[in-house]
Nanobody
């Protein structure tokens, strides 16, 4: 079994910053892409940022220049540094990791439980 545990969400004023963390733990595995998604009330879940195992990054246009994704492979952890936050960034943020369990041939996607980010005016 693998678990993704997120932390770092909260309430912040517009223009402020937050840092989200997501650590993968459990059975022996190999990690591939890791990323962050978000879902606002009444909206579909959307990609925020993804980082490959080779540290190639991809960002949604709405967060480019404000958010930065990074990873620490030794800790099986992915981070999302969020700066200049706006009210429209308010959402539940979910961590996703593509990983292969030891003894398996294919990668599967695992999701965290989500962490609330609320940006006030």
């Amino acid at each position: 079994q693998v678990q993704l545990v997120e932390s770092g969400g909260g309430l912040v004023q517009a223009g402020g910053s937050l840092r989200l963390s997501c650590a993968a733990s459990g059975s022996s595995f190999s990690l591939d892409d890791m990323g962050w998604y978000r879902q606002a009330p009444g909206k579909q879940r959307e990609l925020v940022a993804v980082i490959s195992s080779g540290t190639t990054t991809t960002y949604a246009d709405s967060v480019k220049g404000r958010f930065a994704i990074s990873r620490d492979n030794a800790k099986n952890t992915v981070y999302l540094e969020m700066n200049n936050l706006k009210p429209e960034d308010t959402a539940v943020y979910y961590c996703k990791a593509d990983l292969r369990l030891r003894g398996r041939y294919s990668y599967q996607s695992y999701w965290g439980q989500g962490t609330q980010v609320t940006v006030s005016l």
